[in-house]
């Protein structure tokens, strides 16, 4: 039973346009959820996070925001740029030392 | 510049033959690695906790006399694939988070750059 989820496999936009890539949670026990960018045949590298407690967290051109009544989050990047084209993962976990639970990716592909 | 390193990047064995990937954090001690493995287009599975000093903690499906994994530092865990098959083809990602109270403990992993298992 996948815990994540990213149903959208790929996603195409212009540069220059909003990016929103969704993710939706099963487990109601998790309490921090992060995104991750990941090139191919490289590790994934942390871009944002957000706790349950809060709803919207902002850094630069990513925002994170939070729904847990729906556990569901979704990333925004705006303004969307060709070197944001990669495969982004939504990732979650409970408190504590615990490993993290991905989704599946979603490619998102900027285009010029 | 990475806090997590993984080696080696590419490793193309026989099959039969066992492989040993390092995974270092370089600037923080970890007592908890994680080892995750990615097949094409799929989500990284979890495969195994490393604790350092003690007994590696397996997710279900995964061998753990197949994957032996050894955190015998606070820098250092080893993952080795023994008598490797062409469906252990894979690559294979460590992560480390820092401990609590010390540097680079902020909630998030930190991965390495992934070793890329090819046997044939």
């Known amino acids: 039973d996948q815990q994540v989820k990213q149903n959208s496999p790929s996603l195409s936009v212009q540069e220059g346009r909003i990016s929103i890539l969704n993710c939706d949670y099963t487990?109601?026990?998790?309490?921090?959820f992060l995104w991750y960018k990941k090139y191919p045949a490289e590790g994934p590298t942390f871009l944002i996070s957000?706790?349950?407690?809060?709803d919207k967290n902002e850094d630069g051109r990513f925002t994170v925001f939070l729904n847990k009544s729906a556990k569901h989050l979704s990333l925004h990047i705006v303004p969307s740029q060709p070197g944001d084209s990669a495969v982004y993962f939504c990732a979650a976990r409970n408190s504590g030392n615990t490993p993290l639970v991905f989704g599946k990716g979603t490619r998102l592909s900027v285009i010029a | 510049g990475a806090v997590v390193s993984q080696h080696p990047s590419w490793v193309i064995c026989k099959s039969g033959t066992s492989v040993k990937i390092e995974c270092r954090s370089l600037d923080f001690q970890a007592t908890t690695m994680f080892w995750y493995r990615q097949f094409p287009k799929q989500s990284l599975m979890l495969m195994a906790t490393s604790n350092e000093g003690s007994k590696a903690t397996y997710e279900q499906g995964v061998e753990k006399d197949k994957f032996l994994i050894n955190h015998a530092s606070l820098t250092l865990s080893t993952l080795t694939v023994t008598s490797a098959h062409p469906e252990d083809s894979s690559f294979y990602i460590c992560?480390?988070?820092?401990?609590?109270?010390?540097?680079?403990?902020?909630?998030?992993?930190?991965f390495g750059e992934g070793s890329r298992l090819t046997v044939l």
């Open positions: 992560s480390a988070r820092g401990g609590a109270g010390g540097p680079r403990y902020t909630g998030e992993l930190f």
């Open positions: 957000i706790s349950s407690i809060k």
């Open positions: 487990n109601s026990m998790f309490d921090y």
